[in-house]
């Protein structure tokens, strides 16, 4: 798959989605600069240190991936591409395929998300 960063229609979709601006204190670091790189490193599969410089910094980067993660952001943001491109007749129930699959840790435990941060104990 090609890396391409987000056209404008992709980021009026995603920005009503993403967290508002805090009032107070810092701002947040460029959102759509932020998700380029996080899609750059995700489709390439480069290592975060890997990741252009211009996407900022690659913490930020992985650091949002992850908390958009847990708070459930990226799941209502595809939710919505499912829904509004079902609406749009671009997406058909008629055929689905689902691909799942799973990887044991050595130990035998099961892992349940890829972004399970909880402290496991040994």
Not at 10 to 19: A, G, N, T
Not at 61 to 74: D, H, N, Y
Not at 91 to 98: A, G, L, N, P, T
Request: with cysteine; proline share 4%.
């Amino acid at each position: 798959m090609e890396f391409r960063e987000l056209s404008d229609e992709q980021w009026k979709f995603i920005k009503p989605f993403l967290p508002p601006q805090p009032i107070t204190g810092r701002k947040r670091a460029d959102d759509r600069k932020v998700i380029n790189g996080i899609i750059f490193v995700l489709i390439t599969g480069c290592r975060w240190a890997d990741m252009p410089q211009c996407y900022g910094s690659r913490a930020t980067a992985w650091r949002r991936l992850k908390w958009w993660s847990e708070e459930g952001i990226w799941y209502e943001i595809m939710e919505s591409l499912r829904d509004s491109t079902y609406q749009d007749s671009k997406f058909s129930m008629d055929i689905v395929c689902v691909d799942s699959s799973f990887v044991e840790t050595k130990k035998g435990e099961k892992i349940r998300h890829t972004m399970d941060t909880r402290k496991r104990k040994v």
